[in-house]
């Protein structure tokens, strides 16, 4: 049966608004239902993307202590969105025609005791993949770097998707960002024993080497640990599109090979012929503001004869080829090479990693070009970008949603709380159910051939 509400007389009309919570809840303890009987065999076509509704008027909600911390929900069926319905649709958006005072989390609310930090991760990381997890994703730990400026509401959403026990993560909180925001996530950390700061802190400026040295700082801090395989680099305002399980599924079948993206043809020249240095940029109100700009000194020609190659500043390295990273002379060489150059977390690693005289572990054997690779999902707002566009990056909407439901890539960027919450939501409900779920990698055949797994 099929049930649509005009969303324009629920405005306006409260006992219509009454009626139309009542009926999704009834949608919504049908699913329940639902999903208590799902077998073991379940298909991914079969899962239903259902919300936990959120009242903070509910009494075994009220007993919580860290109730304050529970993210705003908004009443919609992600399940219509991800599924093109127009009504649902219209629904969302007036939703968000509403939102222009909403306010996230104050970064001060995050205020954990040590003395609490049971009871949070019992509030908080209740799932049961947060307090055991497969044996299979047992043997295969993750390494994590997040990387974050500000919004730690988001910080703590993002964890509770990527947290799991056997796991490792690093953050690197920017040495510009607010005391709030550090105190904040100290107070997060200190409950969890796979969770640190980075023990070098940066200030991070776009396009600048900082933004590779943080993540550097980050790895190094992250060797200390002998476990994991790979190590994901990861920005806050980023989401992942699949599970623990399937990200451990898809690095399984990767055998070591690193996922880096790397063009030879599509190349900015001048990033990395010319030297690149920061000045000082005077603005309206008195101040002054770093900024990178290209200087008339040509660089010297990289060392090690590699040719440079275009890449992003994500990716997914197995554990030998950050070992390479940190040991080889050629590798530091280029990253002191790197330093005065324009955006060189762009190149660095795909250099390393598709330069096939450096030998360097799970690198890449074919010079294909463009590459294949699955780190990230970005849309670098050239089309189809249905939210807002931001440095030529597309913050996702609620309308890229049925576009993110089906892709290859491990994570996607960028999102914004403030600029389309329901978005966010929506996407991490996806993960979430599907956490919950064991189910079988549906598009494992993708990634089996991807050309680095190929004979070159």
């Known amino acids: 049966m099929q049930f649509t509400v005009n969303h324009r007389l629920l405005k306006n009309n409260c006992i ?53 911390l529970q993210p705003h929900y908004h009443s919609v069926s992600c399940q219509n969105l991800y599924e093109h319905d127009y009504n649902e649709f219209k629904h969302a958006l007036a939703l968000l025609s509403d939102l222009n005072n909403l306010t996230s989390v104050p970064d001060q609310h995050y205020n954990i005791t040590k003395a609490q930090c049971s009871i949070y991760r019992s509030e908080r990381f209740n799932e049961p993949y947060h307090h055991e997890d497969s044996f299979v994703n047992r043997q295969f730990p993750l390494a994590f770097t997040i990387l974050m400026y500000e919004n730690v509401e988001q910080f703590e959403r993002l ?19 607010s005391a709030n925001v550090l105190q904040a996530v100290k107070s997060i950390i200190q409950c969890f024993n796979n969770i640190f700061l980075a023990s070098k802190q940066e200030r991070v400026l776009y396009a600048t080497f900082s933004r590779l040295q943080a993540d ?49 043809k599509t190349k900015n020249i001048e990033r990395t012929e010319y030297v690149w240095q920061i000045f000082d940029t ?11 700009r290209r200087t008339n000194e040509k660089k010297t020609s990289p060392p090690g004869n590699v040719e440079i190659v275009k890449g992003s500043a994500y990716g997914a390295f197995s554990r030998a080829f950050i070992e390479f990273v940190q040991t080889s002379p050629i590798a530091k060489e280029l990253l002191d ?36 690779w699955t780190a990230r999902f970005v849309n670098w707002g050239e089309q189809n970008c249905y939210g807002r566009i931001i440095r030529g990056i597309c913050v996702f909407g609620i309308f890229d949603l049925p576009n ?9 960027n960028k999102f914004h709380l403030n600029a389309d919450p329901i978005a ?5 409900e996806l993960i979430l159910n599907k956490s919950k779920l064991d189910l079988p990698l549906n598009d494992a055949i993708f990634y089996r051939h991807m050309p680095f797994l190929l004979p070159s």
């Open 404 to 412: 993110l439901l089906n892709r290859h890539e491990l994570f996607a």
């Open 159 to 177: 964890l509770h998707l990527i947290y799991r026990p056997q796991n490792f993560y690093c953050v690197h909180v920017d040495s510009d960002a």
């Open 282 to 292: 005077p603005t309206g109100n008195n101040q002054q503001v770093p900024q990178l």
């Open 424 to 428: 966010y939501q929506c996407l991490e």
């Open 16 to 68: 219509l608004f009454l009626a139309g919570f009542f009926l999704f809840e009834f949608i919504y303890i049908s699913f329940v239902k639902r999903y208590d009987n799902l077998s073991s065999d379940i298909n991914f076509s079969q899962l239903t993307i259902s919300s936990e509704k959120i009242d903070n008027n509910n009494n075994h909600l009220s007993k919580k202590i860290f109730r304050y």
């Open 337 to 372: 090479w790197s330093r005065d150059t324009y955006s060189p977390d762009e190149h660095y690693w795909a250099t390393l990693n598709y330069n096939t005289h450096l030998n360097s572990p799970g690198g890449y054997k074919a010079k294909s070009d463009p590459t294949n």
């Open 216 to 264: 550097l700082n980050c790895m190094q801090d992250l060797m200390k640990y002998p476990s994991w395989k790979y190590v994901l680099n990861v920005a806050n305002t980023e989401l992942p599109l699949k599970t623990n399980a399937e990200l451990v599924k898809i690095l399984s079948i990767y055998r070591g090979y690193n996922d880096i993206e790397g063009r030879w």
